[in-house]
């Protein structure tokens, strides 16, 4: 009794001492890679998001404005309540324009704010993503192009200007295959989970790039900061009026940082668009990059985008709430295999009473409900 004793303490020591060892060559591991990758970034950084100071006014694909109520270069009036909208992700994925001008620009517009819409934009060619349709005024191949077809059908817009941040895929980020073991569709496989990470790297880094774009292009040198900023994908539509309304009250009224829709949220929060107050921009533009690669491995919870921003609002004391649908009506332009192109409102109550007619003609008569 007294041998298989001894023995059994020793067995327990090796055991907490393994573990003990396991815990901190891990956490020893996760500390290089971030410092590796964070090398990478400022490297990537360097030579694609600082340097746009140094191109032309004039490049479409630099820092310049183009204001639609012809006072190009005026100073911005710190009085005046100002919206950043960004619209991030890949350009090649740009298929639409006309619904953003009309159901989400136009009524902030018409409530006097002074409207800063920036496209930051992946100019590679689309890395992974569905199909898009392009039956309305769509695809867009350059900045120029997106400038042009703004300054000739929305002309008489004022009190909006219009700017330009490209930038391109991080070349050097390694695969993290902590990272690929939390996502969910595990059943996808190994390849699935590969192309997912690297979209998540475009998307998070395109949020990266527009805020540091956002703050050095506009905000310092100009020497205001938003009271608003909203981020929406490239790639999404609205099938009515945004209640911008809604947003601002709860923020005068304290009751909000942010704001989504509520749906799609898979878990989290919907990730294809987000209002904020200025605060809250610094952490879901600013910060979910770095924290994709210092969070993700540890946080069991984290399956996908939607419950990564979910954590980095919550960590950071942000409060949110969701917009009805109706309200914020905004979805995603898909294309299946199955159903050719169509509109993707999983789980959102699309009301077809909404510019239905026009948005469905030669597209699918099938929505995802």
């Not at 005026?74 to 619209?87: F, G, L, M």
């Not at 391109?168 to 993290?176: G, V």
């Not at 994908?233 to 947003?247: H, I, L, S, T």
Request: proline share 3%; hydrophobic share 35%; aromatic share 16%.
């Amino acid at each position: 009794n007294q041998r298989c004793k001894g023995m059994s303490n020793k067995f327990q020591r090796f055991l907490i001492f393994f573990i003990f060892a396991s815990v901190v060559f891990e956490e020893i591991a996760l500390y290089q890679y971030v410092v590796s990758q964070n090398r990478i970034k400022s490297r990537v950084l360097s030579t694609s998001v600082y340097k746009q100071e140094k191109k032309t006014k004039e490049a479409y694909t630099g820092c310049r404005p183009y204001n639609i109520s012809h006072v190009d270069g005026e100073q911005p009036n710190n009085s005046v309540k100002r919206v950043a909208i960004v619209v991030t992700g890949q350009l090649a994925r740009v298929r639409e324009i006309d619904t953003k001008m009309k159901f989400l620009i136009a009524p902030i517009l018409h409530q006097g704010y002074h409207v800063d819409l920036i496209f930051s934009l992946n100019v590679d060619v689309a890395r992974y993503g569905n199909l898009r349709s392009g039956m309305i005024d769509g695809p867009y191949t350059s900045f120029a192009e997106i400038s042009d077809y703004i300054e000739r059908h929305y002309w008489y817009f004022e009190n909006l200007n219009l700017y330009f941040n490209e930038h391109t895929q991080p070349q050097k980020i390694e695969r993290n295959n902590q990272i690929l073991r939390r996502y969910d569709k595990q059943e996808n496989g190994k390849e699935f989970l590969r192309k997912r990470f690297k979209a998540d790297i475009q998307q998070l880094y395109s949020l990266k790039s527009a805020y540091d774009y956002m703050v050095h292009n506009l905000e310092l040198p100009n020497k205001f900061t938003y009271d608003i900023v909203i981020r929406i994908r490239e790639d999404v539509a609205f099938f009515g009026k945004v209640d911008f309304e809604y947003f601002t009250n709860a923020v005068i009224n304290n009751q909000t940082d942010y704001a989504t829709i509520d749906c799609n949220k898979f878990g989290g929060i919907n990730d294809k668009a987000c209002v904020m107050t200025r605060e809250a921009a610094y952490y879901y533009l600013g910060t979910s990059f770095e924290r994709m690669f210092i969070d993700y491995p540890r946080r069991r919870k984290l399956r996908n985008t939607e419950t990564f921003y979910k954590f980095v609002m919550e960590n950071s004391k942000m409060k949110g709430i969701e917009f009805p649908f109706d309200q914020f009506p905004v979805i995603v332009m898909r294309g299946f295999n199955d159903t050719g192109n169509c509109y993707h409102s999983f789980k959102c109550p699309l009301n077809t009473s909404i510019w239905y007619d026009e948005f469905m003609e030669g597209s699918c008569n099938r929505f995802h409900q």
